[in-house]
């Protein structure tokens, strides 16, 4: 394919070489440039909500870049205003709304959010959790417990402390009336689609509440339905301080939030804050077609089905499937998770080397119950081949 080669000359090395390029798709299907069909099990990193050309997303866009595509944060527009209103009312909490482009600027806006209240009450460090994942610009970047990737960045203007996560008793003890906010993932994305122990993030949120920290429940990954919830901290029946969204809020547009709970939405002054892009119409059309149709229903139907299907194939490389909603990873008892990758697209199928011993699965939340038992069918062959 002449494609790969042309990438390589053009881009830098940061992304390897991506060994498909993909030319089209349409629901949970895509195509590559040869042709060859694909079930999407990954959809653009938990991102395609409504998978690929949903006909309403379709049509948002094209009208709104018809009508007017930037006014730029000099003017308003509607659909941004509309699309603050539907989160808040989701949320169903007072709230203030910011958008970016991008889910490492969403964090970076809860990061000032934080550090201004920070710098107002004389409190110092932040709190993070090991193997959690923020995003790659300097500030999300230095709350990422990721040493791979955060230490030949470092170091970096703030003190962060890192905790094991789910362990509550290790963040009870790091965080006192001198942190400004602990970053959490309600659960851990990148870290291999790993939920806490119950309870540790109504734990999270006591600690907080004890000790004056604001509680930042980083759900760029886990929200907009991906649950089987609008958001991931609904099912843990705790309310953050500061909220941050992206991947799957846009269905594929880039958009990113970052919402304030109470008084902390109020935090910023104006001038503290802005985005030329963030909040565009196009992007907001599109956010406001995902969030009309989502059916959380379906997810919850759906993922149960793929989660008992998965559980129920007993193969020697399959150690166990974790995760909530049509967010999962297929968990190995080797380190065999590139080889799975590729024996699952040879077979057809999207899904993600994401540790070495975990496959993550994230499909189109509108990925129908027919594709599921596919992929279900399909897996323990995949697994045999990649044993091989
Ligand atoms: C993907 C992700 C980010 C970064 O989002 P980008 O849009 O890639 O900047 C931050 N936090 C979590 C939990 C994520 O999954």
């Not at 007072?94 to 970076?108: D, K, Y």
């Not at 994305?189 to 429940?217: H, K, N, Q, W």
């Not at 991906?226 to 992206?246: E, K, M, N, S, Y």
């Amino acid at each position: 394919m002449d494609l790969l080669h042309r990438f390589e000359q053009a881009f830098m090395p940061n992304y390897g070489l991506p060994p498909i390029a993909l030319a089209r798709g349409e629901g949970s299907r895509v195509w590559d440039v040869d042709g060859k069909e694909y079930l999407d099990f990954i959809g653009g990193i938990a991102t395609s909500s409504l998978g690929h050309a949903h006909p309403a997303l379709v049509e948002a866009v094209c009208k709104q870049v018809a009508t007017i595509a930037h006014t730029s944060n000099l003017f308003m527009h509607e659909p941004e205003v509309l699309l603050a209103e539907r989160l808040l009312a989701l949320l169903n909490a007072p709230a203030r709304v910011f958008f970016a482009n991008s889910g490492t600027e969403a964090n970076e806006a809860a990061y000032k959010l934080a550090l201004k209240y920070g710098r107002r009450e004389g409190r110092s460090y932040f709190v993070a959790a090991e193997n959690g994942f923020h995003g790659r610009t300097i500030g999300a970047l230095s709350l990422t417990g990721k040493a791979a990737i955060r230490d030949p960045f470092g170091p970096f203007p703030v003190d962060v402390r890192f905790v094991p996560y789910g362990d509550a008793d290790a963040l009870k003890e790091a965080v006192t009336g001198d942190c400004i906010a602990v970053f959490l993932e309600p659960t851990q994305g990148e870290a291999g689609v790993v939920p806490p122990p119950d309870g540790y993030f109504g734990a999270a949120r006591e600690i907080c509440d004890s000790t004056g920290a604001l509680l930042v429940a980083d759900e760029i990954q886990s929200a907009i339905g991906r649950t089987g919830h609008w958001f991931a901290h609904q099912a843990d029946g705790v309310t953050p301080d500061i909220l941050t969204l992206a991947k799957g809020l846009g269905g594929g547009l880039p958009i990113g939030a970052c919402v304030g709970f109470g008084d902390v939405g109020k935090l910023f002054d104006k001038g503290d804050h802005g985005s030329t892009f963030g909040g565009n119409p196009v992007a907001c059309a599109a956010a406001l077609a995902v969030l009309g149709n989502v059916d959380l229903g379906h997810v919850r139907s759906v993922s149960a089905r793929l989660r008992d299907g998965l559980r129920s194939i007993d193969h020697p490389l399959l150690k166990g499937v974790r995760g909530r909603g049509l967010w999962l990873a297929t968990v190995l008892r080797e380190p065999r998770a590139a080889a799975v990758q590729r024996a699952a697209a040879e077979a057809g199928f999207l899904v993600n080397a994401l540790q070495p011993d975990a496959v993550r699965l994230a499909p189109p939340l509108v990925v129908t119950a027919g594709e599921v038992d596919a992929l279900v069918a399909a897996y323990p062959g995949i697994l045999t081949e990649a044993s091989k």
